[in-house]
């Protein structure tokens, strides 16, 4: 990445989504505030490449809805802030945990969707 950021289509294409898709996240999110060229192009920081991967993970991912997200991301914000720094290896450590878990709930759900298809399957062809 650039020491100035990241224009939008390339910022989009790293994420994994559409450049809309970064602009309506932008206005259903107050907290990711990207900066701005003189010209008011938008210029993506790696602090907001980290904040639109978790809105992603959020959405996209464990299934919640932007107001969901949004609650989501404001505990994970006033955690964040509660936290000094003799435990911040705690906290490091427990999202790691959480993360896990997200991930193995995620694979659950795909597995249950993949087996409800293959019964679906299943009964076509009886």
Do not use: C
């Not at 904040?51 to 969901?68: D, N, P, S």
């Not at 993949?114 to 076509?124: F, Q």
Request: no cysteine.
């Amino acid at each position: 990445m650039s020491p100035r950021g990241l224009k939008i289509g390339e910022a989009a294409k790293l994420i994994g989504v559409a450049p809309y898709v970064l602009r309506f996240w932008e206005t259903q999110f107050p907290s990711l505030r990207v900066s701005h060229t003189r010209s008011k192009h938008r210029l993506y920081q790696a602090k907001d490449l980290q904040a639109l991967r978790l809105i992603k993970r959020l959405l996209h991912q464990e299934g919640f809805t932007i107001a969901g997200a949004k609650k989501r991301l404001k505990a994970l914000n006033t955690e964040r802030q509660g936290v000094d720094s003799a435990a911040a290896d705690d906290k490091s450590d427990d999202a790691a945990r959480m993360e896990a878990h997200n991930e193995v709930e995620m694979l659950k759900r795909t597995l249950k969707s993949i087996h409800r298809d293959l019964v679906s399957l299943h009964k076509l062809l009886q």
